[in-house]
């Protein structure tokens, strides 16, 4: 039985803060699981430049898996699928538990986050009104860096010495050992049992979610057909006006996000001598940022001027050599939460402007598949080359001033475009 919708913000539909919700609960536990595995990882005696192949195996499935999760989040209730692929996620839990190996087991994760992207964008475009969409992205951008930042507290909490060593969670992790799926000696255990629940709390959730009442044409369920069609509609939305140059600053943006996860993450350790713990904690100032900045725009940006927030993409940039040339958490801290905020600032609009366009060119699910593939694109390509320097031992700083003279190089070049193609 659905559960009795919450009373909606002004102007949202019936069941918009039980997606908000379902989204934030997974989203939370996606990011927790991250740095048990990073710690799970440690705990393994692997070498540093697994941890980003964690990330790499998490995104895989986005690229792989993009022709086919478009239409199959047109062909059914977004909502129930999306409970689903909760129920995906956790299973790639019961295989960390299980003691198999941690990329794999993050390739399924990946998987059910792949068919859970083109769910919860494609029902803000399907419940929410176009005059509204700024602002329901606002609110899913906070949520989605909100289960950011306080998912790494939690994956941070759920790694520390005072954690691991409570005698009530060892009695835990000792009760766990004796069920046959649980492989032995992780000190971890009780950790991923509690994701296990979070990734359940979500799937409830997504109860409350109502159908849209959205229906899409059947679409050929042939794989070479699905291919041919998802390359159609890829060339589509790159070759719009605006369609292209929102896809092409979100796609810039979510490979530095991911690849700051972990530049941040190792620099905290080697130049600030911090526990990885203590590390995942200072990533919390990026998410308070961000959250900032994305309030902020959803109010104060409307969708006309999506486009206007282009060189904050620059200052994005220009910013991680000012990071990297921090000496001191006190400074460090202030300075990762304006970067936050720039980037919370331009990514907000410019995704609502994607996802406008994309809604009309194509539908929310395939529009999304395409985004999400373009985007995970740039994460794996932006990994493997963070993993590769640090396997070269290339030294953090250095690597963190590279990375980001060339996006704002990148950044420069979009708006260079804007300014020659006439967009206002």
């Given at each position: 039985?659905?559960?009795?919708?919450?009373?909606?913000?002004?102007?949202?539909?019936?069941?918009?803060?039980?997606?908000?919700?379902?989204?934030?609960?997974?989203?939370?536990?996606?990011?927790?699981?991250?740095?048990?595995?990073?710690?799970?990882?440690?705990?393994?005696g692997l070498p540093g430049w697994w941890a980003p192949l964690l990330k790499f195996?998490?995104?895989?499935?986005?690229?792989?898996?993009?022709?086919?999760?478009?239409?199959?989040?047109?062909?059914?209730?977004?909502?129930?699928?999306?409970?689903?692929?909760?129920?995906?996620?956790?299973?790639?839990?019961?295989?960390?538990?299980?003691?198999?190996?941690?990329?794999?087991?993050?390739?399924?994760?990946?998987?059910?986050?792949?068919?859970?992207?083109?769910?919860?964008?494609?029902?803000?475009?399907?419940?929410?009104?176009?005059?509204?969409?700024?602002?329901?992205?606002?609110?899913?951008?906070?949520?989605?860096?909100?289960?950011?930042?306080?998912?790494?507290?939690?994956?941070?909490?759920?790694?520390?010495?005072?954690?691991?060593?409570?005698?009530?969670?060892?009695?835990?992790?000792?009760?766990?050992?004796?069920?046959?799926?649980?492989?032995?000696?992780?000190?971890?255990?009780?950790?991923?049992?509690?994701?296990?629940?979070?990734?359940?709390?979500?799937?409830?959730?997504?109860?409350?979610?109502?159908?849209?009442?959205?229906?899409?044409?059947?679409?050929?369920?042939?794989?070479?057909?699905?291919?041919?069609?998802?390359?159609?509609d890829h060339k589509t939305l790159w070759r719009d006006r605006d369609g292209g140059?929102?896809?092409?600053?979100?796609?810039?943006?979510?490979?530095?996000?991911?690849?700051?996860?972990?530049?941040?993450?190792?620099?905290?350790?080697?130049?600030?001598?911090?526990?990885?713990?203590?590390?995942?904690?200072?990533?919390?100032?990026?998410?308070?940022?961000?959250?900032?900045?994305?309030?902020?725009?959803?109010?104060?940006?409307?969708?006309?001027?999506?486009?206007?927030?282009?060189?904050?993409?620059?200052?994005?940039?220009?910013?991680?050599?000012?990071?990297?040339?921090?000496?001191?958490?006190?400074?460090?801290?202030?300075?990762?939460?304006?970067?936050?905020?720039?980037?919370?600032?331009?990514?907000?609009?410019?995704?609502?402007?994607?996802?406008?366009?994309?809604?009309?060119?194509?539908?929310?699910?395939?529009?999304?598949?395409?985004?999400?593939?373009?985007?995970?694109?740039?994460?794996?390509?932006m990994l493997a080359g963070y993993a590769a320097m640090i396997a070269l031992d290339?030294?953090?700083?250095?690597?963190?001033?590279?990375?980001?003279?060339?996006?704002?190089?990148?950044?420069?070049?979009?708006?260079?475009?804007?300014?020659?193609?006439?967009?206002?």
């Amino acid at each position: 039985m659905p559960l009795p919708a919450p009373r909606p913000a002004p102007d949202f539909p019936p069941g918009f803060r039980w997606l908000i919700a379902a989204q934030f609960s997974s989203a939370l536990a996606d990011n927790a699981l991250l740095i048990v595995t990073i710690a799970l990882l440690q705990e393994q005696g692997l070498p540093g430049w697994w941890a980003p192949l964690l990330k790499f195996g998490f995104t895989v499935s986005y690229v792989l898996l993009a022709p086919f999760v478009g239409p199959l989040a047109d062909a059914f209730a977004k909502a129930r699928l999306m409970a689903c692929m909760n129920a995906v996620k956790a299973l790639g839990v019961l295989a960390l538990l299980a003691g198999v190996q941690p990329v794999l087991a993050f390739v399924v994760v990946g998987f059910g986050a792949a068919a859970y992207a083109p769910c919860k964008y494609g029902l803000i475009t399907e419940l929410v009104p176009m005059h509204r969409l700024v602002a329901a992205n606002g609110w899913l951008e906070v949520s989605v860096v909100g289960a950011a930042l306080l998912g790494t507290v939690l994956g941070g909490v759920l790694v520390s010495p005072w954690w691991l060593g409570a005698a009530w969670l060892q009695a835990i992790s000792q009760a766990l050992a004796a069920w046959p799926v649980v492989a032995d000696g992780s000190a971890l255990a009780a950790s991923l049992a509690l994701l296990l629940a979070l990734y359940g709390l979500a799937g409830l959730f997504n109860v409350g979610v109502p159908d849209s009442g959205a229906r899409y044409p059947a679409s050929q369920i042939h794989p070479v057909a699905l291919v041919r069609a998802f390359w159609r509609d890829h060339k589509t939305l790159w070759r719009d006006r605006d369609g292209g140059l929102s896809l092409a600053v979100t796609t810039i943006f979510w490979g530095v996000g991911a690849t700051l996860q972990f530049a941040v993450l190792r620099w905290a350790v080697d130049e600030l001598g911090l526990s990885l713990g203590q590390a995942a904690y200072l990533q919390a100032a990026v998410a308070v940022g961000v959250v900032a900045g994305a309030t902020a725009a959803g109010r104060w940006v409307p969708l006309s001027r999506a486009r206007r927030m282009l060189p904050a993409g620059v200052v994005l940039g220009l910013m991680m050599p000012v990071v990297a040339s921090a000496g001191a958490l006190s400074l460090a801290v202030p300075l990762l939460a304006i970067v936050g905020i720039v980037g919370g600032l331009m990514v907000v609009p410019l995704n609502a402007l994607l996802q406008h366009r994309g809604h009309q060119l194509l539908s929310a699910g395939r529009s999304i598949a395409v985004q999400g593939c373009s985007e995970n694109a740039s994460i794996l390509a932006m990994l493997a080359g963070y993993a590769a320097m640090i396997a070269l031992d290339v030294p953090i700083v250095p690597l963190m001033w590279g990375f980001g003279l060339a996006i704002a190089a990148a950044m420069a070049l979009l708006m260079a475009r804007v300014k020659t193609t006439g967009l206002r």
